[in-house]
């Protein structure tokens, strides 16, 4: 007798959706320059915020429809009250194979425990550059230091590999690239160098790089090979033979991966945002709370995967969307 097989999420144009990233929260301790407008303050209220059970019971509806990768996102998610044992709660979900949580690092150093024991696998943390000064301009905070704290906090905690996100900017922080590599190969970090995207008015104005080419000039300077790393993710690799450091690049601008995206976002609202780059969306969120059953709120997220849209239009339409990329989930 064959066992049942697992439902399966596929868009209109045959792509597997199997990974969803979950926003917490909305809310975050810098200001990142491509990210958020120094002082901004047009954040959702947290009575609008998924509770935690609210949350997990929507996870658990993408997890029995294939979803198997959930990656918890912000604003910063260690700003959340209860981030690990909401972690938990998820990891504990039937199907869920990978959790996963991306932070900016400034809390990591007392979190880092608890979050790999709720079973949280993997991290990404963000950091655009080792120069304290630079860091400040960027972020908006002279906290660097917290940061290095929190990476080394996750290690010791038995986060491994870790990866460092590196948004590069060419008037900012491309001269300190060499450094971050030197950084990661002494880590043995994995190091993946990102293009600034147009989400908001702070991504309009970031100054991005080609990185298309920056990439493979960077892996001849440092002697690192071609690497294929699972996952998925839409970052291409090298790999350092001697060290094991892998170097990555994210090209969501000189050169789109839309043909291959696996993705989703749910806000911190539970509104679920079917493409990065459009406006698409269904509110999910608001109909859990009018008292929509599993059944009509599987309905709503399967024709929605269904809508998803074929690409972003960053290059052609720059403009379109408006709302920062805290208030989408990163």
């Not at 979900?93 to 990591?108: A, V, W, Y």
């Not at 660097?144 to 996750?154: F, H, R």
């Not at 996100?165 to 990661?184: T, W």
């Not at 970090?189 to 960077?218: C, W, Y």
Request: aromatic fraction near 6%; glycine fraction near 12%; charge should be neutral.
């Amino acid at each position: 007798m064959e066992s049942p097989r697992t439902p399966t999420l596929v868009d209109g144009f045959g792509r597997r959706i199997d990974y969803l990233r979950v926003s917490v929260t909305d809310r975050c301790d810098l200001r990142c320059t491509y990210c958020l407008p120094k002082g901004f303050k047009g954040f959702e209220e947290p009575e609008d915020w998924l509770t935690h059970a609210e949350m997990t019971r929507l996870i658990g509806l993408f997890a029995g429809l294939g979803v198997a990768k959930v990656r918890l996102t912000g604003g910063e998610p260690l700003l959340r009250r209860g981030i690990s044992e909401l972690a938990a709660q998820i990891s504990a979900l039937p199907g869920i194979r990978d959790l996963s949580l991306s932070s900016n690092g400034t809390q990591l150093g007392r979190h880092a425990v608890a979050l790999k024991a709720a079973g949280v696998s993997r991290l990404n943390i963000s950091l655009d550059t080792l120069d304290p000064s630079c860091f400040a301009r960027i972020t908006g905070r002279d906290c660097l230091s917290d940061v290095l704290e929190g990476i080394a906090a996750a290690q010791a905690a038995g986060f491994a590999p870790i990866k460092l996100n590196m948004v590069v900017q060419g008037d900012v922080n491309e001269a300190d690239i060499d450094r971050m590599i030197e950084y990661s190969i002494r880590g043995g970090f994995i190091l993946r160098l990102i293009e600034p995207m147009p989400v908001g008015d702070t991504g309009r104005t970031a100054h991005g790089v080609d990185l298309s080419a920056l990439g493979q000039k960077l892996a001849g300077r440092h002697g690192l090979l071609p690497q294929v790393l699972g996952g998925g993710g839409p970052a291409r690799y090298w790999v350092s033979p001697d060290s094991g450091m892998s170097l990555g690049v994210i090209t969501p601008m000189s050169q789109h991966f839309c043909a291959a995206c696996n993705r989703v976002r749910l806000g911190v609202d539970g509104t679920l945002y079917l493409c990065l780059g459009q406006n698409d969306q269904v509110p999910l969120g608001g109909m859990l709370r009018m008292g929509a059953n599993d059944a009509e709120l599987s309905a709503a997220l399967l024709a929605g995967i269904a809508a998803k849209p074929e690409r972003h239009e960053f290059n052609t339409r720059p403009e379109k969307i408006i709302r920062f990329m805290s208030q989408t989930g990163g």
